[in-house]
């Protein structure tokens, strides 16, 4: 082998390319994004696979434009799977009937990434492995036609996890009927865990006008963020109400999207009222705040149980019951009465509460440790990437036979 051949193959061709293919939804996207700023901060290359409506949404969240992540906008086509314009994410689904149809424009990127990836459009290194969400099985044909391995993104806890394991092992839904959401417990647990039927779940105006007179009933400063799907009529109610004029200064509504990670950082925030979805129980727990779980679906009601009961870290709304994707509930899942008794127990100065703020700080203490040079999940990252960096150069290498050895 030539200098100039063995010194490419030992630089960029064997630096390991990771190719990342997320869930078009924003609490899906939003951690393998963090993922693919973690890899290229420890040398790896990234594809990041998405279209060209959720690109501006990457935009939104801080990078660092020096990390050498190459975003790859592919298409979606929504005509062929009989999607409305412009629905290319979960988010933006109109109805559960359309999750099929949203399921199978996913699946047929698989083409048109393929040819991207084998191209190599500009300099891009060949592709050492797929990352892709657990929700996109297709992607195993992409890695199976381009040679290498693909790696299924979770985004569930290991325990909640555990919970649909051993849901599903000993079918304790089955005879159940589907408008049942009372809650059934999960076996062979130390603890007592129930969880009921959920799915996903777009709040009512009545659950949101109650979570407003909660929160206003505190006496405590608070930022309330609500998501677009609801805006036009929460609007209204705004206006009707005089809710922002009577908070004042102590309360602020945020429309759509705030930086969730600045907020839960700032030193004055003493407590997170969450949904319990994974992304944003980590974020908590990162920085050491209790919380107050009101958690709407999928598996939301198990990460409350972690939350809860297991870590105790967290204080329950005492939600009745789950609700349906785009369908609203009838009345309400957790009154004001709730949200105010939650949110004053959480910030109790009482033994019990300070306990659990010690609980929250410690466990805050731990997942820093975690990912800090030496820490467990930097180790496993650093694991990660030289198990992919020795696939790419057994595959890449080659040795240049002597003339004597030729026939």
């Given amino acids: 082998m030539s200098a100039a051949s063995a010194a490419a193959v030992s630089g960029m061709d064997l630096a390991p390319h990771f190719v990342l293919v997320p869930m ?90 393929v040819v991207l990836l084998r191209d190599r459009e500009g300099d891009a290194p060949p592709a050492s492995c797929v990352v892709s969400d657990a929700c996109h099985p297709w992607t195993g044909g992409v890695a199976r036609e381009l040679g290498v391995p693909r790696f299924s993104f979770e985004g569930f806890c290991a325990f909640s996890s555990l919970c649909m394991r051993q849901m599903n092992l000993h079918r304790i839904f089955e005879g159940v009927d589907d408008d049942n959401t009372r809650p059934v417990r999960v076996p062979a647990f130390p603890i007592h865990v129930e969880i009921s039927r ?51 200064e102590t309360g602020l509504v945020i429309r759509d999207w705030a930086p969730q990670k600045a907020i839960l950082s700032h030193p004055a925030t003493g407590a997170f009222v969450t949904h319990c979805g994974w992304n944003s129980v980590l974020e908590c727990v990162t920085v050491g705040l209790p919380m107050v779980s ?47 008794g939650a949110v004053a127990a959480v910030m109790d100065c009482g033994e019990e509460g300070s306990a659990r703020r010690a609980r929250a700080a410690e466990l805050g203490r731990k997942a820093r440790e975690a990912v800090v040079h030496g820490g467990s999940s930097f180790r496993n990252v650093a694991l990660l990437i030289q198990h992919v960096q020795q696939r790419t150069s057994t595959r890449n290498t080659w040795i240049e036979k002597k003339p004597s050895d030729r026939r």
Avoid: Y
């Fill in 294 to 340: 009101c958690p709407h679906f999928a598996e939301q009601f198990m990460n409350e149980k972690l939350v809860v009961d297991v870590l105790r870290v967290g204080v329950p709304v005492g939600v009745k019951g789950a609700a349906q994707w785009c369908v609203e509930a009838e009345g309400v899942l957790a009154t004001r009465q709730d949200v105010e």
């Fill in 24 to 113: 078009m939804a924003a609490g899906h996207a939003g951690p393998m994004l963090d993922m693919a700023r973690t890899l290229s901060r420890r040398g790896a290359l990234v594809t990041f696979v998405t279209t060209p409506l959720n690109l501006p949404r990457l935009g939104r969240a801080p990078s660092d434009g020096a990390l050498p992540i190459r975003f790859l906008p592919l298409r979606f086509p929504c005509a062929e799977a009989g999607l409305p314009e412009g629905c290319e994410s979960l988010d933006a689904l109109p109805g559960l009937g359309l999750l099929r149809n949203f399921n199978d424009a996913c699946a047929m990127l698989r083409g048109p990434l």
């Fill in 198 to 248: 959920a799915r996903l779940v777009r709040s009512s105006l009545p659950q949101l006008v109650e979570i407003g007179h909660g929160l206003e009933a505190t006496k405590r400063p608070f930022i309330w963020v609500v998501k677009p799907g609801n805006l036009a009529e929460f609007e209204r109610w705004l206006s009707e109400d005089g809710f922002e004029s009577r908070v004042g």
